[in-house]
């Protein structure tokens, strides 16, 4: 009981039961006799509102410190149960002049908070935030068992670069000694520790590939690396993905609609369950009617001629052979009512080299554009097909034999998908900048907390 949450206690506690609780200050408002004040741990975005007598009041009490408090709940003149305060003790103080940055009663704007990553997990809006993380990822792990699927821990360390896009961190030790004593003759610096390259993993997929042959529906959720000079809305350095991948699939329309009814049956528990925290955290109001309607699927080609007719409302120049900007992306999106919209069927060279080759010039990839962020998933059926993989594997990565071997022996069809979660986030919050939809964002310049 010590330990009860204020979400516990306010979900079995009633008029009359003393309690303790624990938590930091908000919003603390002196009165004549008293001083009210309500205390966060976190826990819900529910307050609780606590009644002191003045007389009570220690003298380092202010907005932010944190306090242990007792008294039995009362009910406040409006009828919401409240804590009247008969013990208080101040654990930590917490006062503007000695540099904390958040003074009481004011409102910052995003950015600023950002500067205090440290500190930010004490605002409402991004406890709620946190709070809805975990309630997504729970019910993403409860969907994918519910489905059959099995979770996979992919390895983070790795000797591939997946998309082939270069964007890799690689890997080396930092203990110029151990390298030293484990160096062969003239072996570069950085294949020492491995025996070759090795980078933080830009996605699981491929090892991913080599589980569902074996276990068929299989899925992981971990985080993701990309050393992108890209300091935008969109991009971090570090974010979490969610990839599935499928055995026996051998249409998009399968993948498709397992990735639909994911994001669709995710957001109706969090639209159920945790509304007063999305309501906290959202910047801008956001429509789900999408969740009552079919994601519209067109092919790149009937993308291109849409955005073709529309040239002239675009401020970033429109041409094919570049793929889509945002703009163009966001576009779409208006263009299909704000519904998630599919984007299948794409020129070859645009995509990576394990993508099924449809024959005339595109692969079997599929993008899914969102609402406020543009692409949030991307997936495709892979090419199962011996001889053309071997054609289009890079030499560069020449460490993919193994991967080569799953067409080899026992091979199946299989399609999968990668969505990035922070995306996911600011497409149902509204979120405009993905620094703040994950607790310790890094980009370029920016690892330091
Ligand atoms: O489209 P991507 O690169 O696909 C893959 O990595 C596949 N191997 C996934 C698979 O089929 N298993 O990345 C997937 C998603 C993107 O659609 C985007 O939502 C997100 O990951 N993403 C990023 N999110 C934040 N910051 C970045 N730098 C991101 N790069 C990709
Ligand atoms: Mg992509």
Same mark, same amino acid.
């Given at each position: 009981k010590n330990f009860s949450s204020i979400s516990q206690i306010l979900d079995k506690s009633g008029v009359g039961d003393v309690i303790t609780v624990k938590g930091w200050i908000k919003s603390l408002r002196d009165q004549k006799e008293h001083v009210f004040f309500d205390v966060s741990d976190g826990s819900t975005a529910k307050k609780l509102q606590i009644l002191l007598p003045k007389k009570s009041k220690p003298e380092d009490l202010s907005t932010g410190a944190s306090v242990v408090v007792s008294g039995p709940l009362t009910l406040s003149p409006k009828g919401q149960l409240e804590l009247t305060a008969n013990s208080i003790e101040v654990c930590g103080k917490c006062v503007v002049s000695e540099g904390y940055p958040f003074a009481p009663r004011k409102q910052y704007a995003a950015e600023y908070i950002r500067q205090y990553l440290h500190f930010r997990p004490r605002t409402h809006k991004f406890g709620a935030l946190l709070r809805l993380r975990n309630a997504a990822t729970l019910a993403i792990y409860n969907h994918f068992n519910s489905e059959g699927f099995v979770n996979v821990h992919t !390895?983070?360390?790795?000797?591939?670069?997946?998309?082939?896009?270069?964007e890799v961190f690689k890997v080396v030790p930092d203990n110029k000694k151990l390298i030293k004593s484990m160096a062969k003759e003239s072996q570069a610096e950085d294949e020492v520790y491995f025996n070759q390259k090795s980078f933080l993993t830009v996605s699981g997929q491929l090892h991913l590939e080599a589980v569902a042959h074996g276990l068929s529906k299989v899925y992981t959720f971990g985080p993701t690396f990309r050393a992108e000079n890209s300091k935008s809305?969109?991009?971090?350095s570090e974010f979490y993905m969610l990839e599935g991948e499928i055995a026996f699939v051998e249409k998009l329309d399968g993948l498709m609609t397992c990735i639909e009814q994911l994001i669709k049956q995710v957001t109706k528990k969090l639209v159920n369950d945790s509304i007063e925290d999305i309501e906290k955290c959202q910047e801008k109001k956001v429509s789900f009617?999408?969740?009552?309607k079919s994601f519209p699927v067109v092919t790149y080609k009937e993308a291109v001629t849409i955005l073709s007719q529309n040239k002239d409302k675009f401020s970033e120049n429109f041409d094919s052979k570049d793929g889509f900007g945002k703009e163009h992306e966001m576009f779409l999106v208006e263009y299909f009512g704000k519904v998630p919209t599919f984007v299948i069927?794409? !020129?070859?060279?645009?995509? !990576?080299?394990?993508m099924k080759d449809n024959g005339d010039g595109t692969v079997a990839a599929l993008d899914l554009l969102g609402p406020?962020?543009?692409?949030?998933v991307g997936g495709s059926l892979r090419e199962n097909n011996y001889e053309k993989l071997l054609e289009k594997i890079p030499n560069s990565n020449g460490h993919l034999d193994w991967y080569l071997d799953l067409r080899k022996f026992g091979s199946v069809p299989t399609g999968g998908f990668g969505l990035g979660f922070e995306r996911y986030l600011q497409l149902i919050l509204? $979120?405009?900048? $993905?620094?703040?939809? $994950? !607790?310790f964002p890094r980009w370029p310049h920016n690892c330091s907390l």
């Open positions: !390895p983070v360390l790795t000797s591939n670069d997946c998309e082939g896009a270069g809305r969109l991009h971090l009617d999408w969740l009552d069927d794409w !020129p070859k060279d645009m995509k !990576p080299f394990y406020n962020v543009g692409e949030v509204g $979120i405009s900048n $993905i620094k703040d939809t $994950i !607790p």
